[in-house]
């Protein structure tokens, strides 16, 4: 592409615009197409070899490197737009985000503070936010990479009010040692909050929870309680609105009255499901969420915005603004002009440079509504519970763990070591097929389904589970017939179980 010799803009626009143009009208295409082909592919050697070489130094035609793109990179990329994708909880995206993101580019503004209409936008979201969750309208919001540093921000916020002294003299300020209290199954990024934040993660409560995944209240207190004996100060309580394991919510209406009993600052962690708010139906499951001082969620997950768009939620705007105001010569206000206004987002949190994540935010809600994205929430909810029902019926699967959400955790029948689940989902993956992931629940490793995206269907689930069969019967039996691992390893119901399911679904695909 010839360059303009006075800028690095493009010498020809009319051919930079032919280009983008086809560029994105190839992205358009493909996500038009995002139910067709394989799910996931591995980049090949030569493939991979591409992005080891050196750095360039002279120019080369978009049209060249645009060709580069569709080769070597859209091929291989996680697959999450794709409605067989059923791994981790991954958002799939819209085709309206793409364009805005593509607006945000253009746009090129740093949104860590300023006066101009991007930070407006981004204050828009946070009031919409604390709408949908019940905070006060003035609840300060703010963009970030994920849910887990929007934790580590609300974790400092309540280290800041428990110990304020801290952010300039450090934790030895501190008479008694914070402690912060969490479920067992509260996801990994609570502990290296704890760890970033300087309090460290012994200090870390892991509370039992129940059968249906939720932190276990009796214990709690108990723990709060011998904590203060021993002359520790309990400072952050942590309610997860959907375990990243099997979707399990904490009763966070309880939580929120320990937390005020307790003068304990309460904290949700609602990575993805605390969108369940967005669906009438589900949104039962995050009642008392309005009562937290601070909420972490991704816009990302579940309302599909294109990554990154973590958002952290807090109660009282003050205590936000002095956990990570700065008082820097080269960030000061004035009374007009582009340096005027009040509070900016580097005054919330640790970046000064941020990227326009509101607007991708802002275009996804203003283009398909709340209500559409609520109802997309809820039917990925339905289709979970139907890949239950299905699974139940095989008589090759066993579900496990809670099915109140859309996350599906279930085994081969007799698979007491997990490795024919670890198998099955493999060969899923390198057949291109489908896209789950797996875990570990109760001891067991078990293959775990997370039906997050709104291109699926029934017929997507019909065809996942007629999948898993064959999976399963390519992970026993070889090529040749032979059975790959030993009959002992399944117990004989179990053997049975597979037998009889992999032969009636040879009889129906026949």
Known sequence: MPLDPQ?????????????????????????????????????????????????????????????????????????????????????AGTPVGMVAEMLAAGLNANCGGRN??????????????????????????????????????????ARHKAAGATRIEGLRAQPRQLTAYASEEAHRCIAQAMEASGIGSAHLRLVPVDARGALQLDALRHMIAHDRAEGFEPFFLVGTAGTVNCGAFDDLAALGRIAREEGIWFH??????????????????????????????????????????G???????????????????????????????????????????????????????????ADRIGDAIAGSVRLAASLRRHLAASGVFTVEGPGDLNIVCFGARGDHTGDLNRRIVIDLHERGVAAPSTTNLHGKTLIRAAILNHRTTEDHIVQ??????????????????????RADELDPEGEAGLSEGLGLFGARRA
């Not at 394989?38 to 035609?61: C, I, K, M, Y």
């Not at 958002?311 to 105001?325: E, W």
């Open 311 to 369: 958002f952290v939620l807090v109660r009282d705007p003050t205590r936000h603004r002095q956990a990570f105001g700065s008082e820097a010569a080269y960030l000061q206000r004035e009374p007009a002009g582009l340096a005027a206004g009040g509070v900016w987002p580097c005054d919330l949190g640790l970046d000064l440079s941020r990227g326009f994540r509101a607007l991708k935010t802002w275009f996804t809600f203003q283009t398909l509504g």
């Open 7 to 91: 800028s690095l803009d493009p010498a020809d626009w009319d051919a930079f615009e032919r280009d983008a143009q086809a560029a994105l009208t190839g992205m358009i295409r493909h996500l038009r197409q995002a139910g067709e082909g394989r799910v996931w592919q591995p980049a090949p050697d030569e493939v991979r070899t591409r992005f080891r070489s050196g750095l360039p130094r002279a120019p080369r035609d978009l049209a060249d490197v645009l060709q580069d793109f569709d080769e070597t990179i859209r091929p291989y990329a996680t697959g999450n737009t794709h409605p067989m994708f059923f791994g981790w909880v991954h958002g």
């Open 268 to 309: 949700v962690d609602g990575a993805f499901g605390a969108l369940v708010a967005l669906a009438p139906a589900l949104r039962p499951l995050v009642r008392g969420i309005e009562t937290a001082d601070s909420l972490a969620f991704d816009f990302h997950k579940w309302a599909h915005v294109p990554y990154d768009a």
């Open 464 to 485: 996942f589970v007629q999948e898993l069969m064959i999976s399963a019967l390519r992970a026993v039996v070889a090529p040749n017939g032979s059975l790959e691992r």
């Open 116 to 157: 101009h209409i991007g930070i407006e936008v981004e204050r828009q979201i946070a009031r919409w936010s604390a709408e949908l969750f019940g905070f006060p309208r003035d609840a300060s919001g703010l963009f970030v990479t994920g849910t887990s540093g929007a934790n580590l921000l609300a974790l400092l916020v």
